[in-house]
Structures are given as structure tokens and as C-alpha cells.
């Protein structure tokens, strides 16, 4: 099998069935004959997803349930991979976020050009900005709903674009050639993610903390690897309650020095943005895909 998705969920029942579509062949662009299966890994959900929601999107779906599992998806990561059987494996930590149409066709082009890649997936909030500040803003599962329909998606998934915005934290503008620290759909070969050692389990705080940043530094980092950021293609997040995208700044920001923290001991030193020179991969399939123009 060529790729495999790890879709890690907890208690997204409203959430899942967009995701899902944007994972199904009749979304993603010349995905006909891609040979890919995506397992979804429920990390404990106080209920259950009825496993024929999945089979809506075509058998390639397949769903696992982890009974009483850490609060850290380090444990779901690394029990999906071992469960898959690509020799590509996407990690998707946050089974909130909505692709756009043409991730996998960029990301396998990808794989095609490069001896080693390490592609990565930018990553969008749903909404008019950061939804830590939005949600005091009103910004609620209702309005987000009505933008889905506004966009009429996933008719045109790249509509998505007009009812987001990037990821900023700290940078005073976003554009596509921003490096990235982490990526809420990260791509690499099964090799490498074995190389690394896989999901680091010691990052045991509820959500991960710095664990998906941790994964990219430690992939990037590795010999002969070659970071690929797409261009156009985004991972768009919708509204939770996740642990430090849905709730007050002053709440994140506690927490992000918590984590921060655990990564210094964990690794030595504070997480950094890799040196390492990035290729760009991709197009610019719309008028509200060109990031760079806005005020951001």
C-alpha cells in the first residue's frame, strides 16, 4: 500500500464527517487510483463513532477504538502506524482539520521528486482569525456552520480559503514561504517515522503539548531528509474545544509555557525552528489562496 492517513479523533463527533470528506477519492484531486487507506484512532471518546459512518467514504476507512488510553495521542499515533500498512504514513493529530483538495496529489508529487521528504501541510483556523480570540468574539460552532454553507463546501473545497486564515502565533505577516514548526498533516516515509523512534510517549500532557512539534523537529532533523512545504493546499481547523486552539489567550499561553518547558527538559534546549532550507511545492488554485496579499 503506498499511504497510509492516521487521523487521531476524541470527542469530534460534529467534526469527523467533513474531515472524512475531505479524505474520500471523490474530494481529493486525482486521488481514482491512489492506493491509500486512512485509519481513524479514537483516543477514548466518551462515545463511540458508528463505524458505518466511516464505510460512506469508501472501505478504505477503517476505525480503532482505544479503551482508556493515555490523554497524550503519542499512544494513538504510534498504535496507528503500527496498525497501518503504507509505506507512507500522514499524521493527522488533530481530526478537526477539513484538507483542501489537492494535499495528496501534491504531497505524493512529493515522494515522487524527492529521495526522502518530509512534506507538510499549512495550517488554517475556520473563521474571520485566530478562533483563541474569535471565540470571545462569538465565533461558535453555529457560525461556523453557516460558513460551510456559504462556501457550499465541499463542492469546491478550495473555497475553504475564503472562510479561513492561517496560523500566525507570533509573525507579524503569514505567506506561504513562512518555515513552518509543525503541521496538522505531516507526511513521511513509515522508514523515517521508525527512524525517529516514532510519537516520543513522554510528551504525556493532555493534547500532546509539544508533541506534533516534536515530531517535525525530530524528522527534519534526521539525515538526508528533505522538508517540503506545499503551497495552495492548507489543513483547515474547525472548532472543538481543543486544548489551546479553543480556549482563552491567556489560557494558551499558560499552557504553551507549560509545554515549552517539558520540551526543554525532554530535548535539552527550546524548541527552535530548523535550519534547514525548504522546498516549496505546489500552485496558487485561487484568487483568496494567495495569503501573501493580505493584511495580515
Known amino acids: 500500500m503506498k499511504l497510509s492517513v492516521i487521523l487521531i479523533v476524541h470527542n469530534m463527533a ?5 474531515t472524512l470528506e475531505s479524505l474520500s477519492r471523490h474530494y481529493q484531486l486525482d486521488a481514482d487510483d491512489l492506493d491509500y487507506e486512512v485509519l481513524v484512532v479514537d483516543n477514548g471518546s466518551k462515545q463511540r463513532i458508528n463505524e458505518s459512518l466511516l464505510k460512506e467514504f469508501g472501505a478504505q476507512f477503517h476505525y480503532h477504538y482505544l479503551d482508556n488510553p493515555p490523554g497524550s495521542p503519542a499512544f494513538a499515533i504510534n498504535f496507528g502506524v503500527k496498525a497501518a500498512k503504507g509505506q507512507i504514513i500522514a499524521v493527522m493529530i488533530d481530526g478537526a482539520h477539513i484538507l483542501t483538495p489537492g494535499v495528496f496529489k501534491f504531497a505524493m508529487s512529493a515522494f515522487a521528486a524527492f529521495k526522502n521528504p518530509l512534506v507538510m501541510t499549512r495550517y488554517f483556523f475556520m473563521g474571520p482569525g485566530d478562533q ?37 502565533g507570533r509573525m507579524p505577516k503569514i505567506t506561504w514561504y513562512n518555515k513552518m514548526v509543525e503541521s496538522n498533516c505531516l507526511f513521511m516515509y513509515r522508514a523515517l517515522f521508525e527512524y525517529i523512534g516514532g510519537a516520543d510517549e513522554r510528551f504525556d500532557y493532555p493534547g500532546g503539548g509539544f508533541l506534533n512539534m516534536d515530531l517535525y523537529k525530530q524528522a527534519v532533523e534526521s539525515p ?22 479553543n480556549v482563552s489567550a491567556e489560557d494558551r499561553d499558560q499552557k504553551v509555557h507549560r509545554y515549552g518547558q ?11 525552528v530548523s535550519e534547514k532550507d525548504v522546498f516549496y511545492l505546489g500552485h496558487l488554485p485561487t484568487l483568496q489562496s494567495k495569503i501573501h496579499l493580505r493584511n495580515n
Not at 460534529?14 to 467533513?18: A, H, M, S, T, V
Not at 474569535?134 to 480559503?161: A, C, H, N
Not at 522538508?227 to 481543543?242: D, K
Not at 517539558?262 to 527552535?272: F, N, P, S, T, W
Open 262 to 272: 517539558q520540551y526543554e527538559d525532554l530535548r535539552g534546549k527550546a524548541l527552535a
Open 224 to 245: 538526508g531528509v528533505d522538508p517540503v512545504q506545499l503551497i495552495g493546499e492548507g489543513s483547515f481547523h474547525q472548532i472543538h474545544g481543543g486544548v489551546t486552539t
Open 14 to 18: 460534529r467534526e469527523l464527517p467533513r
Open 132 to 168: 483563541n480570540d474569535t471565540l470571545r468574539q462569538g465565533y461558535d460552532q453555529s457560525v461556523e456552520d453557516e460558513l460551510f454553507t456559504k462556501i457550499s463546501w465541499p463542492q469546491d473545497g478550495y473555497r475553504l480559503f475564503e472562510v479561513g486564515v492561517p496560523f500566525q
